[in-house]
């Protein structure tokens, strides 16, 4: 058969592999081992439900085989295998789960010198044997199969695919180690203490055993065996399961360190972070089940888009049977990843019956409340990490607050940060309202798109200077966030924008002032042209001298929020113009209307463009605003 070619991101990766200075090559062995062993969890999960009758379970094993003569390293399964086209495209294309990251990561990395690192950073899979070999062969026979192939590939030139003969259904890497450089030893990768060493360090809760011949010396017996003669000695060879076998989460937790813990999941989910949370759960009732959840330090590149994929890695009894089981995770919490391993559950569960599947149910109520405890806990306790976690994954909280009509606000209330007028930090909903003052009638927040924003508000000033906390908002979710919790304590959440916060006296004195000025407010508004629904004179105005509130459904954060959405037309708020009746502008729109109705017509139009640049909005037509500016400086 004829040489081909790899594809030219696979080539790419390869080149890499080959010629990178990397120091973690040791992670080879981690990748090879890893495919061996979901390769038996196909083959075991095909016997038990019904596939391949009389397999026996206890035989399948993964094998390593030093040979310092051949300069051959060698890992052997007897997992499901591969057939021709199987190994074509599996091993010829890059396209597959964990080297779909590397793939993305290489296109963000173009031309960037760092790029190497990026090897450590992701599950590379299959291609790292290619950073300790000059030639990898793979030798496989697919389940079910007589015959058996080979592939065999030298680096980037491409690859051969050949039939061979091979005796027992499973895969054989065998890898011509590279010679030794000055920098790096190759050799070590065939001694028995470096495998040994690997093994226990990326591999040692692999489920299944993970074999090795080794040599052993023992005395030799001879018949005239005396005290004086020094005993003579013999080697021998014995094969030894290298791995513990135990599933980290089948361990007590005083077993597992952290460390244990860190490394299984950097493994397992392809993160090069330690996690930032850990959570194993052992629970015997209705439903038995172990699981080993873990919240991620830092938020996966593609968590935000629709590529992400929740789910937990479902096992029955030690069999994993789906990797990533959504039903297991409320969205609230899809950034956990982990796994769950339950002996109540049948094998044969598909997808289909698992959202009626009662145990299922059972294991995701628990796991969703075990979650929210230790998240609480960590707020409680461990401050900054908290934070940390919020910055990441916050805003999936508030989604899940605002989602589904606010189904699940209670559940996720206290879990949510906000940023304080009067702390400063991010606090809770309980820390604030542990601080409102007795007289306080609501809880304040107010939306801008940067915290200095909302600290400048014109409306911001009045409450604060009457010492209540006011909550800033930046996240867009925000504003319909605190329209759904709707209340604190018993008081109600309130914008600093809305008309209804200001004490009684203030708005009786500013709707006389209102009322007094009837005819040149009307003028504004006529001048205004049907852009706002009303001008009024404001109680929530102290030193400057407009602000813009909306009246009706729609929220100023709304219109903002569709705009974004549809830039051409989206659906808009009805604007109310406030103005401050002591500010020393208002005297001279006083003034124009007496005597100029055109440069009053002006005024009118800069203070509501003055108000919608506070709001936040963009203005319209800079060009005629500049003109408009301009012309009333110049007096015209
Ligand atoms: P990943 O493991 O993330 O899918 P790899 O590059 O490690 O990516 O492996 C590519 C694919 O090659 C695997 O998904 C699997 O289908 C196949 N493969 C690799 N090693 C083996 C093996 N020992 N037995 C069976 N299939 C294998
Ligand atoms: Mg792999």
Redesign the pocket.
């Known amino acids: 058969m004829s040489k081909k070619e790899f594809q030219a991101e696979s080539k790419r990766l390869l080149d890499l592999m080959i010629h990178s200075i990397y120091t973690n090559r040791e992670i080879f062995l981690r990748?090879l081992i890893?495919?061996?062993s979901?390769?038996l969890d196909k083959r075991a999960y095909r016997a038990l439900t019904g596939g391949e009758p009389g397999l026996n379970r206890n035989e399948l094993e993964i094998r390593i085989l030093p040979d310092r003569e051949a300069r051959t390293l060698t890992v052997s399964?007897n997992?499901?295998?591969?057939d021709a086209q199987?190994l074509e495209e599996?091993?010829g294309v890059i396209a597959?789960?964990?080297?779909l990251q590397f793939k993305k990561s290489m296109a963000d990395q173009e031309n960037k010198p760092e790029e190497i690192d990026i090897i450590g950073q992701f599950?590379v899979?299959?291609?790292s044997a290619f950073m300790v070999s000059d030639t990898v062969t793979v030798r496989?026979r697919a389940c079910g199969s007589d015959t058996a192939w080979e592939w065999v590939s030298s680096g980037a030139e491409g690859y051969e695919i050949r039939e061979c003969s091979k005796d027992s259904v499973g895969?054989e890497?065998i890898m011509q180690l590279k010679l030794d450089t000055e920098e790096e030893n190759y050799s070590r990768f065939l001694e028995e203490y470096t495998l040994r060493r690997l093994v226990k360090k990326y591999s040692d809760y692999i489920r299944y055993p993970i074999n090795m011949d080794v040599e052993k010396r023992r005395p030799v017996k001879t018949a005239e065996d005396s005290e004086d003669k020094a005993p003579e000695f013999e080697t021998y060879i014995e094969n030894e399961t290298l791995n513990d076998r135990i599933p980290i989460w089948h361990k007590q937790k005083s077993e597992v360190s952290d460390e244990d813990y860190n490394q299984f999941y950097k493994e397992k989910f392809s993160d090069y972070d330690n996690p930032l949370k850990t959570i194993h759960v052992s629970t015997e009732g209705v439903v038995s089940y172990e699981a080993l959840l873990f919240v991620p330090s830092r938020t996966p590149y593609d968590y935000y888009t629709k590529d992400y994929e929740k789910g937990l890695q479902l096992y029955s009894s030690g069999v994993l049977i789906m990797d990533r089981c959504a039903e297991l995770l409320p969205e609230h919490f899809r950034f956990v990843r982990g796994v769950v391993d339950s002996q109540d559950l049948s094998l044969n569960i598909s997808r289909e019956m698992l959202q009626q599947n009662r145990q299922v149910q059972v294991i995701a109520g628990n796991i969703e409340k075990k979650i929210k405890r230790e998240l609480l806990k960590m707020l409680e306790n461990e401050r900054e990490s908290y934070e940390t976690f919020f910055k990441n994954f916050g805003l999936q909280l508030k989604y899940g607050v605002a989602g589904e009509f606010g189904a699940h606000k209670d559940d996720l209330k206290d879990l949510l940060l906000f940023y304080s007028s009067t702390e400063q930090k991010m606090v809770s909903l309980a820390e604030y309202a542990s601080r409102m003052k007795e007289d306080q009638k609501f809880v304040y927040y107010a939306c801008a798109d940067t915290i200095i924003k909302a600290d400048r508000l014109p409306q911001t000033e009045t409450v604060k200077a009457k010492g209540y906390e006011i909550l800033y908002l930046t996240d867009e979710v925000d504003d319909f966030v605190m329209q759904i919790l709707h209340e604190l304590d018993g008081k109600e959440i309130k914008s600093v924008s809305s008309d209804d916060i200001a004490d009684e006296e203030e708005r009786k004195t500013a709707e006389e002032q209102t009322k007094e000025h009837k005819e040149l407010l009307d003028f504004v508004k006529d001048s205004l042209n049907g852009k706002v629904k009303e001008v009024r004179f404001s109680e929530k105005l102290k030193t400057h001298p407009v602000f813009l509130s909306s009246d009706g459904a729609i929220s100023l954060e709304m219109e903002k929020y569709f705009a974004q959405a549809n830039p051409e037309g989206g659906m808009k708020a009805e604007h109310i113009l406030e103005l401050n009746a002591s500010h020393p502008v208002l005297a001279l729109l006083k003034e124009a209307f007496a005597s100029d109705k055109e440069r009053a017509s002006q005024l009118s139009e800069l203070l509501y463009q003055l108000a919608l640049l506070i709001a936040g909005f963009p203005i319209e037509d800079p060009t005629a605003y500049a003109d408009l500016v301009c012309a009333l400086l110049a007096g015209k």
């Open positions: 990748e890893s495919n061996a979901d390769a399964d997992g499901v295998g591969m199987a599996n091993l597959k789960s964990g080297s599950g899979g299959f291609y496989s895969t890497i």
